[in-house]
């Protein structure tokens, strides 16, 4: 399809969106993460030296608090690791990485000439709605502004992250003192135009890639009615994207009364709770392919959470639809897989490495271990 203001766009059935691209220069400029420069062979040598320095010194210390029985754990690391490397290479691997440098050329030529990536939410392939058009001149006649804005943000982002300090010792976040140091740490890959409108503007939503957030992915929502941004994870997306506009492709919500009860019962409303449960709600009514609250709150490790929708009847042993787990057994395999517990397949070097995690951490870590046995307890009682 060729629109009057987006130019040509092309549905993508699998993402429910048109995919096009467009002149925001600016954008452009932090449109790819930069390949890593190659190594020359004394980087290289330093560099294995460095990891091996390393990897000989957490032996050292595992040795020393573990004692000889480590070595048959890194003896099979080692053997393991052999295998792999000897195993012939799947030469699908090597079209794949054709592809992806392919993309990425592709990608690198489209961002040179001054162009972004765009996605235009179209459901059922809606074109573009007024909000979205709205939203997309604003960014076009504003870009300098947004542009300030989505930097900002990934600045904020950066300092909330390097700010934990259990996160940036696991996962190795290198310091920054200003925006500018973060140069080259991260990429805005992406804009996609929301259909979710609030005061006549869709929300734009910028895809973020960087080395300290890659767990749950970052991304910036520009909201054009009250000219602010906001960073979030791809778990709080949701939350950023309001709408004073309702979706005509689906149909009203409406909460059935096991979803009041599970309100009432999550936000303390106990008087309210009991009300629901006097006329017949059940916390533990659920259709096929949701949920047991219960299940999600022990998976959080909400411990008041999981006080209360016990005291309201919620069933502890109710599984969930996929691993069939309860909550008591889902409990007690995080318990053991976080070290808290024997394992019936013990591994001596993942009990190493969560020993040396626990002291990384600290009392972070005995919170978690505290806050679960709690919660084990509660539902050992409750079944």
Not at 77 to 85: F, H, L, N, Q, S
Not at 261 to 288: C, M, Q, W, Y
Request: aromatic share 8%.
């Amino acid at each position: 399809m060729t629109h009057e203001l987006f130019g040509k766009l092309r549905f993508k059935e699998a993402d429910e969106s048109w995919a096009g691209s467009a002149a925001l220069p600016q954008f452009a400029t932090v449109g790819m993460m930069p390949e890593p420069a190659p190594l020359t062979e004394e980087d290289a040598a330093r560099m294995a030296a460095d990891m091996n320095a390393a990897l000989e010194n957490i032996k050292a210390q595992m040795r020393e608090r573990f004692g000889d029985r480590m070595d048959k754990a890194f003896a099979e690391v080692d053997r393991t690791a052999a295998e792999e490397e000897a195993e012939e290479v799947d030469p699908k691997d090597a079209d794949r990485e054709q592809r992806r440098a392919a993309r990425r050329a592709k990608n690198a030529a489209l961002l040179a000439k001054g162009r972004f990536p765009v996605r235009v939410a179209g459901p059922s392939g809606l074109e573009p709605s007024p909000a979205q058009e709205a939203a997309f001149r604003f960014l076009l006649e504003n870009e300098p502004a947004v542009y300030a804005a989505v930097l900002a943000e990934v600045w904020e982002a950066f300092q909330s992250a390097f700010g934990q300090e259990h996160w940036r010792q696991i996962a190795g976040v290198k310091p920054a003192a200003i925006a500018a140091d973060l140069e080259g740490r991260f990429a805005v890959t992406r804009l996609d135009i929301t259909r979710e409108a609030r005061g006549g503007f869709a929300h734009l939503t910028f895809l973020i890639e960087s080395d300290w957030q890659d767990e749950h992915g970052l991304l910036i929502v520009y909201s054009a009615d009250t000219r602010t941004a906001s960073w979030t994870s791809w778990d709080g997306l949701y939350d950023l994207l309001e709408s004073d506009e309702p979706d005509v492709e689906q149909e009203e919500y409406v909460p059935t009364p096991h979803d009041l009860l599970l309100e009432a019962i999550l936000t303390n409303d106990e008087t309210r709770a009991r009300e629901l449960i006097a006329v017949g709600a059940d916390i533990n009514a659920l259709g096929p392919d949701e949920y047991p609250p219960l299940w999600i709150s022990v998976d959080q490790m909400e411990t008041e959470e999981v006080r209360r929708l016990l005291a309201f009847g919620a069933d502890p042993n109710l599984a969930n639809p996929d691993e069939r787990t309860t909550p008591l057994r889902h409990a007690k395999k995080m318990y053991r897989d976080m070290g808290f517990a024997p394992s019936k397949k013990r591994d001596d070097l993942m009990d190493g490495v969560l020993s040396m995690m626990r002291e990384a951490v600290g009392e972070k870590f005995n919170d978690i271990k505290l806050r679960l046995e709690e919660i084990i307890q509660m539902l050992e009682a409750a079944s």
